[in-house]
């Protein structure tokens, strides 16, 4: 009797050590494909960005009706949805308002059958870009509608990964097609520039604010195509160069976006980097629970 019990507890820990291993490799499995398949479903979310906000543009302009300002942008996989700083419900086919007028969303599947296309589309959002996931759905904010100086604050190495993660999107990817990037100064060096995951002729470095306020991005064919008016600047200084150069009275135009790394008081919107990967957003109100140098 006592050795049928002592094979059976036998036996038991061994059906439940086998099932273990089999649910580990089953999990590592699955995360390995979301690894393999990230980059390419990466770009397909971020084209299907793009031909959203260039058919909510091209729609509104059809409409003869003022652009709306967009806070964010939110990418479920079957819907794209835009929250709108102020609610109206005119939304331009092939988008639809929500009730209060606040919320735009689509079937991405939808501009393909419309047959949107174009290598670049052109939309005044250009400098939308992915901060990172909630409850596993893209969030992305459009920087230029952040006026005044954007501080990333938090472990310095998490900081200049999240910062390097946005600048290769906008640079990169198709949303920020008519966007560019400016570094400047100490931000031009190998811990910035070494981290970033593409050679673009959108990434342009400068030696100083003089030189960097001095670049034009509307005189690109890309620029001239859309009239100019749809070209964006993103301008990256560090904490440092902030200071010393006095960037808080700088000049910028209504349409560009200052990034410092590091804590300034100055700072008009402030974005902490968590030690687990989360963001905290302050008065901005979005909810990151991964940012995007962690899954991009």
């Known amino acids: ?69 967009v806070q964010t942008v939110v990418h479920s996989g079957q819907r794209l949805t835009v929250q709108l700083a102020q609610a109206d419900a005119a939304a331009p086919s092939p988008w639809t308002s929500d009730v209060s007028g606040k919320e735009w969303s689509l079937d991405p599947a939808s501009l393909r059958a419309a047959g949107a296309s174009g290598g670049g589309p052109t939309h005044p959002y250009s400098l939308t870009v992915t901060l990172g996931l909630h409850r596993g759905d893209r969030v ?25 993660a946005l600048i290769t999107e906008v640079v990169s990817g198709p949303v920020g097609h008519l966007a560019t990037v ?33 670049h034009e991005d509307g005189g690109t064919a890309a620029g001239a195509t859309a009239g100019g008016t749809h070209a964006r600047r993103l301008f990256v ?13 700088a000049p910028l135009r209504e349409t560009d976006a200052l990034l410092v790394l590091g804590w300034i008081t100055d700072a008009q919107w402030h974005i902490g980097v968590n030690t687990d990967g989360s963001l905290d957003t302050g008065r901005l109100g979005v909810l990151v629970d991964t940012h995007t140098a962690r899954f991009s």
Not at 5 to 22: E, K, P, Q, S, T
Not at 140 to 163: C, F, K
Request: charged share 20%.
């Open 237 to 249: 200084v560090t904490a440092a160069q902030f200071r010393d150069e006095r960037w808080s009275d």
């Open 1 to 69: 009797m006592i050795v049928s019990l002592v094979l059976f507890a036998v036996l038991g820990l061994v059906l439940l050590g086998a099932a273990a291993v089999l649910t580990r490799r089953k999990l590592g499995s699955s995360a390995g494909q979301a690894r393999t398949a990230g980059p390419g479903a990466d770009r397909k979310v971020l084209e299907a960005v793009a031909l959203g906000l260039q058919a909510l543009a091209e729609g509104r302009a059809r409409d003869a009706r003022r652009l709306p300002d």
């Open 140 to 164: 992305l904010v459009d920087l230029a509608q952040l006026s005044g100086p954007i501080a990333l604050t938090g472990d310095d190495h998490e900081v200049l990964r999240l910062a390097q």
């Open 182 to 214: 400016v570094l400047v100064g100490s931000a031009t060096t190998p811990p910035v520039t070494d981290g970033l995951g593409a050679r673009s002729a959108r990434l342009y470095p400068a030696a100083t604010r003089k030189e960097a306020l001095a």
